[in-house]
C-alpha cells in the first residue's frame, strides 16, 4: 500500500497518517469497484442507476431535514421584538417559567428588550 505521506526529517502526525491510511483504502476500493463494473455491465448499469435514484432521494430528505432543525433551533433561539422591530438572539432556549414571566411583564407595558435583558437572556 502507498499511503502518499512523506514523513522523513518531520515529527510523525498519527492523524495525517490515519487520514492517508483511509484514502488510500478507499482509492484501492473505487478501483476494484470500477473493474468488476467493467467486467459486468449487465448487473452494474441497473444497479447502478438505482443506486443513484437511492442516493438523490436520501440526500434531498436529509438536507430538508437539516432545514427543518435549523428553522426549530432558530425559533427557539430567538423572539421578535415588535418595538426593535427585529429578532433578538437569546443566549439559550426559554423555560415555560420564563416564558410566563415574559408574558406578565408584557401586559404590564415592558418592553420585549428591557424585559430579556433584566432577566440576562440576551446573548
Known amino acids: 500500500m502507498n499511503y502518499n505521506y512523506d514523513y522523513e526529517n518531520e515529527v510523525i502526525d498519527f492523524k495525517k497518517l490515519k487520514r492517508a491510511k483511509r ?3 478507499i482509492r ?3 478501483k476494484s469497484l470500477g473493474q468488476w463494473a467493467c ?3 449487465e448487473i452494474s448499469i441497473p444497479s447502478g442507476v438505482a443506486l443513484i435514484g437511492g442516493a438523490s432521494k436520501l440526500a434531498s430528505s436529509m438536507m430538508r431535514k437539516h432545514a427543518v432543525n435549523k428553522e426549530i433551533d432558530f ?3 430567538t423572539i421578535y421584538d415588535h418595538s426593535l422591530g427585529r429578532y433578538v438572539e ?3 432556549p426559554l423555560t415555560s417559567e420564563q416564558s410566563l414571566t415574559i408574558e406578565q411583564r408584557r ?3 415592558e418592553s420585549l428588550h428591557v424585559i430579556l435583558n433584566d432577566m440576562n437572556l440576551l446573548k
Open 75 to 77: 425559533k427557539k433561539r
Open 23 to 25: 484514502r488510500a483504502t
Open 28 to 30: 484501492e476500493n473505487l
Open 90 to 92: 437569546l443566549k439559550k
Open 39 to 41: 467486467e459486468n455491465k
Open 107 to 109: 401586559k404590564n407595558g
